[in-house]
C-alpha cells in the first residue's frame, strides 16, 4: 500500500536528509532490496495491540518470542499505522545484504521508514538480529541518535510480532493485486505504479471452532469474560488435539460461567 510512496520520496531525500553517507546509503544501496521485497499490510497498530501489549518490558526476539522465527522471503515489508501515522519496517536476510557490521551468527537486518510532514523518512540507523542471541542498533546519523533508537525500538517489536503472526499455523496470507488500469495510468504520467501485497487472516478448521466450544459449554467457577487473542504453543509432549504442534493463534473469544457474574475489560497501551 505504502511502498510506491516510500521509494518516490527516497528519490526526493537530497530535499530533507543532510547527512550525505544517510542519503547515499539510501537511495543507491536499499532501494533496489525495497523494490524486490514482498509487502505484508498489518493494519492500524491498535488491532495488534492485544499482542504488542505482552512485550513492554521484555526482551524482543528472545524467549518464547524467538520460537520458529523466520522470514519468509529474502526481504520484506511490514507496513502499518501506530498513533495516526503511517510506519513501516524492511526486514532483510543478512545473506542477500552486505553491511560490515553483520556477525556470522546474525539473521536479519531490519530499517525503518516512518512518515512525517507528508514524506516518508528514513530513520539514519538499523537493527541487526541474532535470534534468541542479541539485538544491536546502529546509527547513521549519531546527532538524532535518540530519536533513531525510539523508532528502531518500536520496529523491533512490530517485526517481532508480524514475524510470530506469519509463522503461526493457522494464520493465512491473501495476496492482493495491484490495479493494472490504474497502474498504466501512473505510469503514463510518470509516477511510481502501486504494487502488490499480502494482508493476513485467521484460519478457523473445525476442530478449532470445537476446542472453543468445548470450552465455553464447561466453564467452571471463573465468572463469564472476554479473552483477547493470544498465541498458545504445542509441543510434541504436549500437542493440541494429540496431533498438532507449533505457534497457534486463538481469536478473541467469551469464556467462563455467567451464573458468577462478568467481567469487564478495557486494554489501553501506553507507549513511552
Same mark, same amino acid.
Given at each position: /500500500?505504502?511502498?510506491?510512496?516510500?521509494?518516490?520520496?527516497?528519490?526526493?531525500?537530497?530535499?530533507?536528509?543532510?547527512?550525505?553517507?544517510?542519503?547515499?546509503?539510501?537511495?543507491?544501496?536499499?532501494?533496489?532490496?525495497?523494490?524486490?521485497?514482498?509487502?505484508?499490510? /498489518?493494519?492500524?497498530?491498535?488491532?495488534?495491540?492485544?499482542?504488542?501489549?505482552?512485550?513492554?518490558?521484555?526482551?524482543?526476539?528472545?524467549?518464547?518470542?524467538?520460537?520458529?522465527?523466520?522470514?519468509?522471503?529474502?526481504?520484506?515489508?511490514?507496513?502499518?499505522?501506530?498513533?495516526?501515522?503511517?510506519?513501516?519496517?524492511?526486514?532483510?536476510?543478512?545473506?542477500?545484504?552486505?553491511?560490515?557490521?553483520?556477525?556470522?551468527?546474525?539473521?536479519?537486518? +531490519?530499517?525503518?521508514?516512518?512518515?512525517?510532514?507528508?514524506?516518508?523518512?528514513?530513520?539514519?540507523? /538499523?537493527? !541487526?538480529?541474532?535470534?534468541?542471541?542479541?539485538?544491536?542498533?546502529?546509527?547513521?546519523?549519531?546527532?538524532?541518535?535518540?530519536?533513531?533508537?525510539?523508532?528502531?525500538?518500536?520496529?523491533? !517489536?512490530?517485526?517481532?510480532?508480524?514475524?510470530?503472526?506469519?509463522?503461526?499455523?493457522?494464520?493465512?496470507?491473501?495476496?492482493?493485486?495491484?490495479?493494472?488500469?490504474?497502474?498504466?495510468?501512473?505510469?503514463?504520467?510518470?509516477? /511510481?505504479?502501486?504494487?502488490? +501485497? +499480502?494482508?493476513?487472516?485467521?484460519?478457523?478448521?473445525?476442530?478449532?471452532?470445537?476446542?472453543?466450544?468445548?470450552?465455553?459449554?464447561?466453564?467452571?467457577?471463573?465468572?463469564?469474560?472476554?479473552?483477547?487473542?493470544?498465541?498458545?504453543?504445542?509441543?510434541?509432549?504436549?500437542?493440541?488435539?494429540?496431533?498438532?504442534?507449533?505457534?497457534?493463534?486463538?481469536?478473541?473469544? !467469551?469464556?467462563?460461567?455467567?451464573?458468577?457474574?462478568?467481567?469487564?475489560?478495557?486494554?489501553?497501551?501506553?507507549?513511552?
Amino acid at each position: /500500500m505504502f511502498k510506491h510512496q516510500i521509494i518516490t520520496d527516497i528519490k526526493k531525500i537530497d530535499a530533507f536528509v543532510k547527512n550525505e553517507n544517510c542519503k547515499v546509503f539510501f537511495k543507491d544501496y536499499i532501494t533496489p532490496i525495497l523494490l524486490k521485497a514482498e509487502t505484508f499490510y /498489518m493494519g492500524d497498530t491498535k488491532s495488534l495491540q492485544g499482542i504488542f501489549k505482552r512485550f513492554f518490558g521484555m526482551p524482543v526476539f528472545m524467549g518464547e518470542a524467538a520460537i520458529d522465527i523466520n522470514l519468509p522471503y529474502p526481504a520484506c515489508l511490514f507496513e502499518t499505522s501506530h498513533s495516526g501515522r503511517s510506519f513501516a519496517v524492511l526486514a532483510v536476510k543478512t545473506e542477500v545484504i552486505e553491511v560490515d557490521m553483520i556477525k556470522e551468527d546474525d539473521d536479519l537486518v +531490519y530499517f525503518i521508514f516512518n512518515r512525517e510532514n507528508k514524506e516518508w523518512m528514513p530513520s539514519a540507523g /538499523m537493527g !541487526i538480529v541474532a535470534i534468541d542471541k542479541r539485538m544491536e542498533f546502529f546509527f547513521v546519523d549519531k546527532e538524532r541518535k535518540d530519536r533513531i533508537e525510539n523508532l528502531l525500538s518500536l520496529g523491533a !517489536i512490530l517485526l517481532n510480532t508480524c514475524l510470530m503472526l506469519l509463522n503461526t499455523k493457522n494464520i493465512v496470507t491473501n495476496r492482493v493485486i495491484a490495479p493494472k488500469k490504474l497502474n498504466k495510468k501512473r505510469i503514463k504520467n510518470g509516477k /511510481m505504479p502501486h504494487m502488490d +501485497y +499480502y494482508t493476513i487472516g485467521f484460519k478457523s478448521p473445525s476442530e478449532y471452532s470445537k476446542s472453543e466450544n468445548r470450552e465455553i459449554e464447561n466453564p467452571g467457577i471463573t465468572r463469564l469474560h472476554l479473552c483477547r487473542g493470544h498465541f498458545k504453543t504445542y509441543t510434541k509432549e504436549n500437542p493440541l488435539f494429540g496431533r498438532i504442534v507449533g505457534r497457534i493463534w486463538w481469536q478473541p473469544h !467469551i469464556r467462563g460461567n455467567k451464573d458468577q457474574g462478568f467481567i469487564l475489560k478495557d486494554y489501553n497501551v501506553k507507549h513511552a
